[in-house]
């Protein structure tokens, strides 16, 4: 079976220990199971940090003083080796046909945890300038931590907070074109892979999310093309669920899927450039990676519903996916909207603050 166990342990464990930390405690907590320069992708506006104490300063201290009770309510934990080789300059480097990636990752050590969920908790302190609305409130995230002897190592923490910004009523951004409602887990309640998993199913999952992304990419490089129907079935169920960040929603079936998102998305950027991932990695019927940045493009107009911009920004972007035989059947996307609008000028949460708490 897999090397995984240990990994998936002592994440649980750090996840158990933060669940009873206080403001005052928590930095603790992430130097036991961090080294101590460990490297920490955040969202927007935590971005990257270095060691514990930054990370609890920019984000837990915050996020527990505003958000009292706060409890972890996980649908989707698995782990893996990174089927990406390398990761230098932003750039993803390909496995040299020589190489058995499965005995390269297993003698460097690593293994990749991921775990995604919702945070629960009684919004009782403005956060990032959002007012609280002293009501239950939760906020979306997927947590990526890298393990290698016995310590964290390097993370990468996505949360949706345009999704937080809708919860206290405000829209900072034009109607989005899918649905807007809580995400639930996996629709087969299996995404909490705590025992050892049957390591060709991970082999199966990873080569489908491979041949996905590949396909996408061909499409890419078309520009404004859409792929016909068809063509995204080779991959995906007809019954497909695509949760998407708030501001785009969530789309249901390969027509509305299209039609919501990959539509808008393609028509409104031009010059999509591939960036590559930090990590990518599956075990059982789950897969996800995410970015630093994972794509750039240019706004041409109607992406978000917003004008043109000149400029080229970077996208973070996260995805999980739930295979189902040998298609994929349902995906959860977080992407870093805050920041890839900041680089064209509207930081969304500078905004807010200024209109819901003017000095």
């Known amino acids: 079976m897999n090397d995984f166990q240990e990994s998936k342990a002592l994440v649980r464990q750090y996840y158990s220990e933060l669940a009873s930390a206080s403001p005052e405690s928590v930095a603790c907590v992430l130097n036991k199971y961090c080294t101590e320069d460990r490297q920490w992708f955040g969202v927007h506006p935590f971005n990257e940090q270095r060691?514990?104490?930054?990370?609890a300063e920019v984000f837990w201290r915050p996020l527990m003083q505003s958000f009292t009770a706060l409890q972890r309510r996980e649908d989707i934990f698995f782990a893996g080796h990174?089927?990406?080789?390398?990761?230098?300059?932003?750039?993803?480097?390909?496995?040299p046909d020589d190489i058995d990636r499965s005995v390269y990752n297993a003698e460097d050590g690593r293994v990749w945890v991921v775990s995604m969920g919702h945070f629960l908790g009684v919004f009782e302190q403005d956060w990032l300038g959002i007012p609280a609305t002293h009501k239950m409130a939760f906020l979306r995230y997927a947590d990526f931590n890298?393990?290698?002897?016995?310590?964290?190592?390097?993370?990468?923490?996505?949360c949706d907070i345009i999704d937080v910004m809708h919860q206290a009523g405000l829209q900072p951004l034009p109607q989005q074109t899918g649905a807007s409602f809580m995400y639930p887990g996996p629709r087969t309640h299996d995404g909490l892979l705590y025992e050892d998993?049957?390591?060709?199913?991970?082999?199966?999952?990873?080569?489908?999310?491979?041949?996905?992304?590949a396909d996408l990419n061909e499409y890419n490089k078309?520009?404004?093309?859409?792929?016909?129907?068809e063509y995204m079935a080779r991959c995906w169920r007809e019954d497909m669920v695509w949760y998407g960040p708030a501001g785009i929603g969530a789309t249901y079936t390969i027509d509305g899927f299209q039609s919501q998102h990959q539509l808008p998305f393609r028509q409104g950027l031009s010059g999509k450039v591939f960036n590559g991932h930090v990590a990518r990695f599956s075990e059982g019927n789950y897969s996800g990676f995410f970015g630093w940045p994972n794509l750039t493009n240019c706004p041409v107009g109607g992406f978000l519903g917003l004008p043109a911009s000149s400029?080229?920004?970077?996208?973070?972007?996260?995805?999980i996916y739930r295979r189902e035989g040998d298609?994929?059947?349902?995906?959860w996307v977080l992407i870093d909207l805050p920041y890839w609008l900041k680089q064209q000028g509207l930081d969304i949460l500078t905004r807010t603050t200024g209109i819901v708490n003017p000095q």
């Open 51 to 55: 060691g514990s104490e930054a990370v």
């Open 82 to 95: 990174n089927d990406v080789y390398q990761h230098r300059d932003g750039k993803e480097q390909t496995w």
């Open 146 to 158: 890298c393990v290698k002897d016995g310590k964290i190592i390097q993370s990468g923490f996505f």
């Open 197 to 213: 998993q049957v390591p060709a199913e991970g082999v199966a999952t990873t080569a489908l999310m491979n041949r996905m992304i």
């Open 222 to 229: 078309l520009g404004d093309a859409i792929p016909p129907p």
């Open 311 to 319: 400029v080229k920004a970077d996208m973070r972007v996260v995805d």
């Open 327 to 331: 298609r994929l059947a349902e995906n």
